[in-house]
């Protein structure tokens, strides 16, 4: 029972710690004299520190004993986030967000491979990890500010005992050179498609708590409608586990670009409450139907997931950028600029022609 829960148990421990961090270090930075700009550079450290480490270990694991890369990513995130507790300064608090990104990249994709090797249903699994993301949204509110980042740090370290007692060796051998490009070029259609999708989602949310509020919406009001993207998105990754990986995708890209458009013509808050529940099901079909393909066409898995989580960084980076000029123009710009980015997305992934190839043999046992 415990080796069969642990996965799960990792997941969603570890989503849970970062997105108690995530939420106060804006306010944290604030405090110790940063402005906007500031902020946005904290949070884009943070993401291409992230993005580095999920290319590196990514790969890494493919190579070596995946449990292990999750044992010490865990340990390195719990002693990263309990550090943001000590920051006297803001440059401080720059160089713990660098180390937070590096070890929160170490081992999700080690996870992920660990996981789906006997195991090709991954609507559970990933159902968990954002049932985190909500745990972790509720968490931030729930506990006093003193102790924020050791309920974060205690998070991520609890998931190491996890890993430790509940998962087994899982060792890899792959049969070809560490720095091989031949996964990307077998899946750039996909990463391409994913990478202008979420770019522009990325640049809906710099802005996406302001907005709710000229819209009318209160604090609490705010906090629900955040919460009822991962609850909703922990349903659907369950009901969608089942679904035709090509179809989920192109489904995914669809409602995302109905769906940011219609972010830009709501007339108030309530209207944002449909919205979000289809959000949370054009994101659960888009995700879940992407990382389904991946694992499935390619035997480097690890190192697939990775480069997925490190195009999610690096559209977080291109979407916080594109905001601070579709932003200048208003709301509505910013809306139908990110329906226009899904929108090619969508072009590139229903258009290109799929030379991706079958599912590709490994060249070694696992």
Sequence with gaps: MMRRLAPYSVQFLANAGSTVAVVYVPLLARDLGADKPAIGLLVATYQLAALLANVLFGRWADYGNRKTFVIVGTIAAAAALSAHGFVGGLAGLFAVRALTGLAMGMFPSALVAYYYDGRPRLGRFTSLGALGWGAGAFAAGAVTLGWLFPVAGAMLALGTVVAVAGLRDQRVRLAQPFFDARVLRHNWRLYLSYYLRHAGAASIWAIFPIYMED????????????????????????????????????????????????????????????????????????????????????????????????????SAVTGALLTSVTGAHGYRVVMLGAAGLALAGMLVFFLVPDREGQVRAPESGT
């Design 215 to 314: 819209l009318g919406a209160t604090r609490f009001v705010v906090g629900l409608l955040y919460g009822l993207n991962p609850v909703a998105q922990f349903l659907f990754m369950n009901l969608l586990d089942r679904g035709v990986e090509r179809t989920m995708i192109r489904a995914g890209l669809v409602l995302s670009v109905a769906v940011f458009a219609a972010y830009a013509f709501v007339p108030n808050y309530i209207w944002l409450i449909p919205v979000q529940v289809v959000l949370a099901l054009s994101w659960s079909l888009l995700y879940l139907g992407s990382l389904k393909r991946l694992l499935r066409r390619n035997p480097e898995r690890s190192t697939a997931a990775g480069l997925l989580q490190s195009v999610l960084g690096l």
